[in-house]
């Protein structure tokens, strides 16, 4: 059984402009997402969902250029977003991460699809990987309910909404304590992530030879020095996530 990836995408971010732009190896490191993904088996279209601002125009040029897929919808209503591109390329359930996961590793793409297919959950979602490494699979017609009895429309911080008690499945699968690290941060949201990231690249990248979540955690182990680079941002990005998540409130 195959589906599709929708990345959710924006050029917005203030603490570092473009970020998922920046070139890492001589390529966006969107393009090298889609290029991860790609090695998916059970993803057979790739959908970049960015916004109808403007401002977001190169997505869509750089999704044109890759051959990808591309759906334009609200600002900052995120689940409206994914429903509608969902609904545009017919995905009964589809998985999903933001564009500032670079390196994502598709295995767990595939096992979170696996997850979903063993259990139908409403949304089946990695909590215990590393940040920037954790997929979800969306039921879409438990998004649909969320989108018709949620209130606000400001939805960039969305799981909580899947967690009213007696409206959704939540699976969270296990992972093997392999690929359970406490301080690795593999999203980019600073300047520091930027820079560990590069370093990712100068270190397996070598003659596009594709690289998992197993080796990035082999590299950090075999040089520490690594993940003091950015392991303080971890903590900065989850204060950044609570500052600017609301309580999910619902019509019912």
Known sequence: ???????TARLKSSRLPKKIL?????????????DRLKKAERINRIVICTSINKQDDPLEELAN???????????????????????????????NITADCPLIDPFFVDEVLREYEKTQADLVFFDKLPLGQGPSCIKRSALKKVCEIKIEEKTEVWRDYFVKPGCFTIHYPAVDKAFIH???????????????????????????????????????????????????????????????????????
């Open 22 to 34: 920046l070139e890492a190896a001589g390529k966006a490191l969107l393009s090298h997402m889609l």
């Open 65 to 95: 250029a890759e051959g990808i897929s591309v759906y334009r919808g609200s600002e900052e209503d995120v689940l409206a977003r994914l429903y509608e591109a969902a609904l545009r390329y017919d995905l009964d359930f589809f998985a």
């Open 182 to 252: 406490s301080t690795l941060k593999t999203s980019i949201d600073y300047p520091e992530d930027y820079e560990f990231i590069k370093e990712v690249f100068n270190s397996l990248y070598g003659n596009n030879r594709f690289f998992s979540l197993g080796d990035i955690i082999k590299l950090v182990n075999n040089k520490p020095e690594l993940l003091r680079i950015n392991s303080h941002c971890a903590q900065k990005g989850r204060q950044h996530i609570l500052d600017t998540a609301k309580p999910a409130t619902y019509s019912i």
């Open 1 to 7: 059984m195959k589906t599709g990836f929708l990345i």
